[in-house]
């Protein structure tokens, strides 16, 4: 029986027609979901890239009581809280040396959408006509229509085509093209209409876990100056810690413009994201004219449970070992993912700290590609949480899992291959 014909939830990136009854999750605990069944699933995505140190964990659990005891949501113009400024302070903090402003907001969508206006206020404030936005092949930066317009076209938003806006594309640095994406940029750069460079560090998530050296980004970042461009990190997925470093823009030695993060910021215990910004973009919307203020909000903007429990995700990072557990994973990855490379039946085997990724060699690539509902229904029937993107496999475990789990995930994935080989029946 199809999901519909239970239930009236439409779920997301879900094809009901053709997808089974989904199993009720009862109960989550450390890197596992537990069904009705009580089966224990092995979440190695993550569930959805937003778990960081694993589900639950109490620190961040207690907070989120705690914060139960005094508060629900309070407007956040004209009053603020504790939790927002201290959560505010800490992040400026442990974010790239220079970010002086934090606005909040409740989704990884809605900090590119802060971001987006951030950059086009900043320009016209000032007087300055500069509004477009590059962009980089095989981006992703949500589903919102002016993230979709900044992100890759294709089979996701075609239907949503002509709602949305025109950005430049520089070409993603494939190896030994790298040149081609830095001329792209300097050119569009050198023409004086662009306001922003956008762009996901390192890892480009949903577009492939396609992975660039991070001396790219520094290149980036040293192209945009020169042209006295904005650079917007799009760090929701690859922060905390997911590169093996608290954010990717580290690796890269660069402070971006702004710093959009959501996904792991409450360790991915509630929805809360921040948008981070260099003072000059502030001080751009200062001044005794009403007009020129930041006209932004979301209803739910600095939830103060949700900022409590995004204080508490930050006092994990300070007083336990996260980034011994970060540098484990990652040579944990390391280790298992040599036999792969020698495999013909797999491509690209990649790695960036705790995301690994490799490409499943087949006719039909692409995000509709149709191992994909195979391997998902090959990965489920082991108890494994596991989504290709099309043909690509990937793994972004929470940072408390064990080598035997990994092992029974690396295992499954080396049998997938033989098994999407073989005609389907
Ligand atoms: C997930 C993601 C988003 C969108 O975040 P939502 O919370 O789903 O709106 C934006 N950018 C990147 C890089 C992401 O991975």
Known sequence: MNAFAQSPVWHPFTQHRLDPVFKKVVKTDGAYLIDEDGHAIFDAISSWWVITHGHRHPTIMEAIRNATERFDQIIFAEYTHAAAEELAQGLIQIAPAGLGHVFFSDSGSTSVEVALKMALGFFHNRGLSRARIVVMEHSYHGDTVGTMSAGARGV???????????VETIPFPEPGR??????ALDRIGRRGDAAALLIEPLVLGAGGMKIYPSHLLTEFKRITSRWNMLLIADEVMTGWGRTGTLFACEQAGIVPDILCTSKGLTGGALPLAATLCQPAIFEAHLSTDRSRMFFHSSSYTANPIACAA??????VWRNEPVRNCLAKLADMHAERLMRFRADPRFANVRQAGTVVALDLDVQSAGYLSEVGPRLRAFFRDRDLLVRPLGNVIYLMPPYCVTAAEL???YE?????ADFVARPEG
């Open 156 to 166: 996701f938003n075609a239907p949503y085509e002509q709602l949305l806006f025109d």
């Open 178 to 183: 790298e040149q081609d994406s830095l001329d």
């Open 310 to 315: 995004g204080l508490a995700n930050l006092s």
């Open 407 to 409: 092992d029974r995930a």
């Open 412 to 416: 499954a994935i080396a049998e997938a």
